[in-house]
């Protein structure tokens, strides 16, 4: 098998992550999870992954009367097929880490991992059982009704705002925008969860 081959098989060996470690009231699938998820299939495959930091930047910032340090990386991950080192494929990423001390390069190393990974492998996370995940995917909830969270919100908007549209949309995009404030701070509280965990 070529390269490409092969990152498509490690793909098909992780369908989708249960999000099973809990912290700050929600859930999550944590760096550890998501690399023993894969690893098996790329040894078995004999595909590795060199990542190389190519930029960074360090700034510091003081919160609630406490110095932090922002550390942000740019790093390019790169496969290789073992079988034919020549086979390539090279992948530029980022990462930061907010920390007190001097952790924040492990924690943008261990954010930009996690997060490069579930990405490039379009791996979905989710809180259900896996099954219940599934009747997400296809379309259904568990009685068997079409899931359409957005279209659903949409209708209802209509219908307060009388038909009008622009109001309903203008509403609808700033609910989207908060809920997706509200997804952005949950990942840095999850990120933080996660590195205390593991102690990194």
């Known amino acids: 098998m070529n390269i490409y081959q092969k990152l498509i098989e490690v793909r098909k060996a992780v369908p989708y992550l ?97 997060y490069f990974m579930l990405k490039f492998f379009n791996i979905p996370t989710d809180k259900d059982d896996p099954d219940s995940f599934q009747d997400k995917v296809d379309g259904k909830n568990v009685k068997g009704h079409k899931a359409g969270d957005q279209t659903i919100l949409k209708k209802k908007l209509m219908e307060q705002y009388k038909g009008d549209k622009a109001k309903a949309k203008a509403e609808f995009d700033k609910i989207m925008a908060l809920q997706e404030q509200e997804d952005i701070a949950a990942t840095e509280k999850e990120l933080e969860k996660e590195l205390e965990n593991e102690r990194i």
């Open 18 to 114: 249960k999000k099973e470690n809990e912290g700050y009231q929600f859930k999550f699938v944590s760096s550890s999870q998501t690399l023993a998820s894969l690893k098996k299939k790329m040894d078995e495959l004999q595909v590795l992954l060199v990542p190389s930091i190519t930029s960074k930047n360090l700034f510091e910032k003081t919160l609630t009367g406490a110095k932090e340090h922002l550390t942000e990386i740019e790093i390019d991950y790169t496969w290789i097929n073992a079988e034919e080192p020549n086979e390539k494929i090279t992948c530029h990423w980022y990462g930061q880490g907010l920390d007190t001390g001097e952790k924040g390069v492990g924690k943008a190393l261990t954010y930009a991992e996690k």
